[in-house]
Every structure is written in structure tokens, then in C-alpha cells.
């Protein structure tokens, strides 16, 4: 079954060096001897994740993180070497895959573990893994209390080389949180157990993006790795950590206005006429809408960018379309000038941020969104 090309009057630009200078500033947060794990799941966040994957590889990422089996399988495949974590475990199908692509999966069950292990003795091969702990997320994991026993049992299966424990912050980068910090403590309690009793683990990891831009006062001794996703391509876990690292939006979303056009004094606008026209009003139509993986929740709220100077949406967005108000613009735009929906444009910038907070959702939905539905292009 073939699949429709996207819409050509729509690009995502997606800037390399971003990602690059992003990791640069991430790195000044991280405590000395803790490694980055670069998180390229759901394609790199929608910015493309073989790309965005060799340029942190080439930028000194110590690691990559992928959800999926079939993810690290594709790094694989495009040459990309080094450890790559599977951050959502294996099912029993996966688990000869990820033995003999060498990945390393988080896992906390003696099936699994003892599964894989099966897998790396076929193919002559040691295969690296997680012990994934459930901290407080209530999501995956094993419980806190069997951790160190499940531990102990799979050290002594053949074939299997633990790297480290890990877990995941729920309430992370908001600065103080308290369940951030009882995590924190109920994750560090037991790594120091663990290592008390002879495993090294010195891949370990509890902090993701949000957990270094706002660390717990007991997180976890480095060395151990930090899963950096979002803040790589300049966004936010949460609106409390703005300004602790100087990051830059990593992708421009542009699209071009199909049609300029003057609507009278009390004209309704789109579907539902949300908005009516408090005056004569000339409006911009853009070649984009919700089909392009902009975010109709955005409807009468958000804004594009026009020649550098903000562009209010009017009324519904549409499948295909999204109509802007061109008040106050002189000289009036024309059909075909760029309109840009994400980045900068002259002095004035949209970040995903931003946007997901006019669409009531978050940067990490928008990115995922724009990125899967149109035109891509990587810029170094």
C-alpha cells in the first residue's frame, strides 16, 4: 500500500549543530565521571534519528537509547556502533535480535533476563543489559524490596554482562520536588548496596533530561550515564528549568500562505466560526493544519511567523489549513511568502515550548508530531 508524499509546501529543517551545541551545555550540568546517553527514540524526537544519532556519536555521546528493539536494530544497520540501550525492555520474539545486534536492554524480570541470556550463549557472544527498577514511575521495573535478590540471580547467568541499574524520575525538573528526591534516595540506597556487595555497574542511570536540569540533592554517584532526550533538541521536561541551560530549538517547521484575503466586519472564520472578524480584516491562509502534525488544540490561540513579525491564528485549524491575522502588516504578504509555524523568523522565535503550551500539550508531542508528517531536512 502506497503512502501519500507530504505536503510539499511544508518543511521540517532540522539543525545539527543544535543538537550538538545543546550536548555541550548539557554536559557543563553533569557531575565529573558521568557519561551522556543520548535518547533517539521515536525517530530522535521526530528530528530524524540515524542523523541526529551519528552527529551525538561524532559529538562524544558515550551511549544512544532507543525504545524499541527494531530502533537499535536500525542503528545497527546504518553502521552506528557503540552501547544502545532498549529503555522498554524485550518481549520474547525481540530477545535473539537484541543479542545479535548487540543491544543492551533494560529488563527486571528473571525470564527475560534468563531468555536473553539463552540468546548471547547461541551466539557466542556476551550481551550487556539493565536491571530496570521501579522507583516510584509505577510503570516498569522491578519493586525496590526484590532488586538486589533479582540482581544477585542474574549476575550468575552465563552470558549476561549487568551494566547498571536504572530508573526513571516521574516529577523530574521541577527544582526541590519531594518525590523526585525520595526516588532519588530509594535509587541511591540501593546502588550503593549493589556496589557494596562487588557489582561495579558503571552504567547506571536515574536522570533524564529533567533530573539534570534539576537535579535531586541524593541522585545517584556518578560514574553512571545521564538519559538526555528532550533538552538535546531544546526542549523542556518542565517550564520550572528555563534558563539553566542555554539550549536552542533544534527544528524550524515553515509552511507558505496559499491565499491572502479580505474578510468584512463580523465575518465568521473556519469551522464553528470560533472567531468572528471585529472589523474589515485581512487574513493569511497557511498550507498547513492538523494532517501536517500541526496541533489543532492550537485553534484561536497560537500564533506563525510572517517576515519576522507575529501572526495570531484566527478561528479552527483545519486538516489543511490554518488561518492567521495580518492586521498591522505593511507591506501586506503575499500568497507564496514563507510562514513559519516552529523557530525563528528574523528577531522573533516559536519554540516547540511555547507551542505546546498554546495546544495545552507538551514540546515533546509537537516535535513527534511535525517530524513524522512532513518533508525533513538536516543541516549540519
Not at 537484541?98 to 529488563?107: E, I, N, T, Y
Not at 536473553?116 to 557472544?125: D, V
Request: proline share 7%.
Amino acid at each position: 500500500m502506497s503512502r501519500v508524499a507530504p505536503n510539499p509546501d511544508n518543511l521540517v529543517t532540522v539543525d545539527l549543530q543544535a543538537v550538538a551545541d545543546n550536548l555541550a551545555a548539557l554536559r557543563a550540568l553533569l557531575p565529573m565521571g558521568m557519561g551522556v546517553a543520548g535518547v533517539v527514540k521515536a525517530d530522535a524526537y521526530g528530528h530524524g534519528m540515524v542523523p541526529v544519532a551519528r552527529r551525538l556519536k561524532a559529538e562524544g555521546a558515550e551511549a544512544l537509547a532507543v525504545a524499541q528493539v527494531n530502533e537499535g536494530a536500525l542503528l545497527r544497520r546504518a553502521g552506528i556502533e557503540g552501547p544502545i540501550l532498549v529503555l522498554m525492555g524485550l518481549t520474547p520474539e525481540q530477545t535473539p535480535l537484541a543479542a545479535a545486534h548487540d543491544l543492551s536492554p533494560f529488563l527486571a524480570v528473571w525470564e527475560d533476563f534468563a531468555a536473553l541470556s539463552q540468546a548471547a550463549q547461541a551466539g557466542g557472544a556476551q550481551t550487556a543489559c539493565h536491571l530496570k527498577i521501579d522507583t516510584g514511575m509505577s510503570r516498569l521495573g522491578a519493586s525496590p524490596g526484590e532488586a538486589l535478590e533479582l540482581l544477585e540471580r542474574v549476575a550468575a547467568l552465563p552470558g549476561l554482562k549487568i551494566e547498571g541499574l536504572a530508573s526513571h524520575l516521574a516529577t523530574s525538573g521541577v527544582p526541590g520536588d519531594p518525590t523526585a528526591q525520595k526516588q532519588a534516595e530509594v535509587f541511591s540506597s540501593l546502588l550503593a548496596e549493589a556496589r557494596r556487595r562487588g557489582h561495579a555497574l558503571p552504567a547506571s542511570s536515574l536522570e533524564a533530561s529533567g533530573g539534570i536540569l534539576a537535579r535531586p540533592k541524593n541522585a545517584s554517584e556518578p560514574p553512571g550515564l545521564a538519559r538526555l532526550g528532550i533538552s538535546l533538541y531544546g526542549g523542556l521536561p518542565a517550564m520550572e528549568s528555563r534558563g539553566v541551560a542555554p539550549l536552542r530549538t533544534a527544528m524550524r517547521f515553515i509552511s507558505r500562505l496559499a491565499a491572502v484575503r479580505l474578510v468584512p466586519a463580523g465575518a465568521g472564520v473556519s469551522y464553528g466560526h470560533l472567531w468572528r472578524a471585529p472589523q474589515d480584516t485581512w487574513l493569511g491562509v497557511v498550507a498547513a493544519g492538523y494532517s501536517d502534525g500541526y496541533p489543532r488544540s492550537a485553534s484561536n490561540r497560537g500564533q506563525v511567523l510572517i517576515a519576522g513579525k507575529p501572526a495570531p491564528i484566527r478561528g479552527r485549524v483545519c486538516m489543511n489549513a490554518v488561518m492567521v491575522d495580518l492586521t498591522g502588516f505593511d507591506p501586506l504578504p503575499a500568497p507564496g511568502d514563507e510562514v513559519v509555524l516552529l523557530g525563528r523568523s528574523g528577531a522573533e522565535e516559536i519554540t516547540a515550548d511555547q507551542l505546546g503550551g498554546w495546544a495545552d500539550t507538551i514540546s515533546y508531542e509537537i516535535t513527534c508530531s511535525l517530524g513524522a508528517a512532513n518533508r525533513r531536512r538536516h543541516r549540519s
